[in-house]
């Protein structure tokens, strides 16, 4: 017998992004993946009655184009843009979200371009990552070099976040060769990747410094992957813990707010080399860190805050460190240039 199926429209992930930098701001806002399933959950606790909103702010007139395909619709002015988050929240909508991780936590997982890329590349990668199908339990950021920020903005799926890979301790001025936040939100970024061991190691950036730009930067708005991690030097001579411990604590002297933050363990000697470290090396650290944040921060801090593991993660690897109860997601450098990529975003599935 056939069942009869009340739609209901159930939507992953709500987010809207500039689209041009002309003399009109226009937007772009997706809903993605509705289903028309009554029986599928709803994975973000986004149900039909935002889409209906959606629809009657339409119907007045708010929107240029609307649905095209359904799932998009497009904003006239900046002004419109921001009536329409004056009734919705869409941090609500995405913090709703429900995720398959039993902590609550949602599974985030960066990649890192480091200085890869060119023109070319960068639009065969955003290609695959636009066709394929993410878990939309996994929250996904893209670090890519500064110069091509804006240009894979407008290429990436608009559900995934875009990072810069660095960027100064103030908003402007006489700094040759810096960028800042206020810059990395301008054109649509909004990440970025902070105190990455090749920028201490190669930029000789301090621990201060270093936390002195996350500090800034969660003031402009932006988000922040915050990395730590121990040489080979330190591990070799039992100084893990002391290390990120080191590392936590300068970041703790300026952040006060750790809403915005997502925590990346890289140990260096795993970087780039193909050692990974195991699953319970990894986690070892990552439950160091739990404790340390509810002895340093807060018990609350503690459960909340997302710790990614970096350092030679590969779809063969990803499946059994995603597994780990502290491990909230990857930050991933070569493998986030290739195909497999997809298969670590969907590394809890
Ligand atoms: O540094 C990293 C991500 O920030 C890790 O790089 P690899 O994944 O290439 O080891």
Redesign the pocket.
């Known amino acids: 017998m056939h069942s009869k199926l009340v739609p209901k429209v159930y939507i992953q992930s709500v987010r809207c992004i500039p689209t041009h930098y002309h003399s009109h701001y226009h937007y772009h806002y997706f809903l993605r993946s509705c289903s028309m399933d009554a029986n599928q959950p709803s994975v973000s606790g986004v149900t039909a009655d935002v889409l209906k909103a959606v629809v009657s702010q339409a119907l007045l007139g708010k929107f240029t184009a609307v649905f095209p395909k359904l799932f998009k619709c497009q904003w006239k002015t900046y002004e419109g843009q921001k009536k329409f988050f004056a009734n919705f929240s869409t941090e609500n909508i995405i913090t709703a979200s429900n995720s398959n991780n039993m902590s609550g936590r949602k599974f985030c997982v960066?990649g890192?371009w480091?200085m890869n890329g060119d023109q070319k590349s960068i639009a065969d990668i955003c290609k695959t990552l636009s066709g394929a199908a993410l878990d939309p339990n996994t929250e996904v950021v893209i670090?890519c070099p500064s110069i091509y920020l804006m240009y894979a903005r407008n290429l990436l799926p608009c559900e995934l976040g875009l990072a810069g890979q660095n960027a100064y301790k103030v908003a402007k001025g006489a700094f040759t060769g810096e960028i800042s936040p206020a810059m990395l939100k301008d054109i649509g970024a909004d990440w970025v990747?902070l105190g990455?061991?090749?920028r201490r190691a190669i930029f000789k950036e301090s621990d201060e410094l270093i936390a002195e730009k996350a500090e800034h930067a969660l003031a402009e708005g932006l988000k922040v992957i915050a990395?730590i991690g121990e040489t080979l030097q330190e591990r070799e001579a039992g100084k893990t813990n002391e290390v990120v411990a080191r590392q936590m604590c300068a970041y703790a002297q300026k952040i006060k707010d750790w809403k915005n933050v997502v925590v990346?363990y890289?140990p260096v000697w795993?970087?780039?080399?193909g050692k990974t470290a195991t699953p319970d090396q990894a986690q070892e650290v990552h439950a160091f860190l739990r404790q340390w944040l509810i002895d340093n921060i807060s018990k609350e801090v503690s459960a909340s805050l997302r710790i990614q593991y970096?350092?030679?993660?590969t779809a063969a690897n990803a499946k059994e460190l995603a597994k780990k109860p502290d491990i909230d997601g990857f930050?991933?450098?070569?493998?986030?240039l290739k195909p497999e990529f997809v298969d670590i975003i969907n590394a809890r599935q």
């Open positions: 960066g890192n480091k670090g990747i990455h061991s090749e990395c990346a890289e795993a970087i780039g080399t970096g350092g030679s993660v930050l991933v450098g070569g493998a986030s």
